[in-house]
């Protein structure tokens, strides 16, 4: 069945320190999104893909970036780690290949816990 | 994009009926009703979308009245699976990310 992995679910690193979080999804969708959710916040977009090679920056991007090589993979890279970059990442996708009349579905991925320290 | 405002938290008993009224009174023409579902440590998940009237699915209804201004998600005989935070959602057809408020958690008990 097709699905959207993430990995790692889990993730404790230091200040200053590179992290990449990795998005995987077999649905062959155009879109790929990332989020974070802080208590008190709900889920706050990062950073966005509407196909390879394009990249858009969403409501929270200071310190993240993103790279589309492929239809599959949407990786995020935090840069040099700040504390207050402990959050739940979740990456989602959607098709994106409808009329646009209604919204797309977004299907979301189980989430990465990361802390940094 | 239209700003929504729906309860911060329910509680229910199993069994019982469940509905969650969002407001959202600068609704647009083009704009749709979406509901999304999380459980606790996990992705949100796609419930329902509408534009007017009634929507119904295996999960639950939605009800839009004529003025759009609001919208009712309604779930059937609840059960302790249901306990999770609900997020009502106003989209464009050509809007690909979303917004999400703070939704409301709903607590369901035996």
């Known amino acids: 069945d097709a699905e959207i992995t993430q990995s790692p679910r889990h993730k404790i690193t230091e200040t200053g320190r590179q992290v990449t979080l990795a998005c995987h999804q077999t649905w062959n969708h155009n879109n790929m999104f990332w989020y974070r959710q802080d208590l008190g916040h709900g889920l706050r977009l990062i950073h966005y893909s509407y196909g390879v090679q394009d990249t858009n920056k969403g409501e929270v991007s200071d310190g993240y970036s993103v790279s589309r090589s492929n239809t599959e993979d949407l990786p995020l890279t935090l840069e040099s780690a700040a504390s207050s970059q402990t959050s739940v990442y979740f990456c989602a996708s959607s098709d994106g290949g409808g009329s646009g009349s209604s919204p797309d579905t977004q299907y979301f991925g189980p989430g990465t816990r990361l802390t940094v320290l | 994009l239209a700003k929504t405002t729906q309860p911060i938290s329910m509680d229910s008993y199993e069994g019982q009926e469940v509905n969650i009224t969002c407001s959202h009174n600068?609704?647009?023409?083009?704009?749709?009703i979406t509901w999304y579902q999380q459980f606790p440590s996990q992705g949100p998940r796609f419930i329902i979308q509408?534009?007017?009237t009634k929507v119904t699915n295996e999960v639950a209804s939605l009800f839009i009245p004529a003025d759009r201004k609001s919208s009712t998600l309604s779930l059937p005989r609840v059960s302790l699976s249901d306990t999770a935070v609900y997020y009502c959602l106003v989209l464009g057809g050509s809007q690909g990310n979303l917004i999400f408020g703070k939704g409301t958690k709903l607590s369901v008990k035996p």
């Open positions: 600068n609704i647009a023409t083009n704009d749709y």
């Open positions: 509408g534009y007017k």
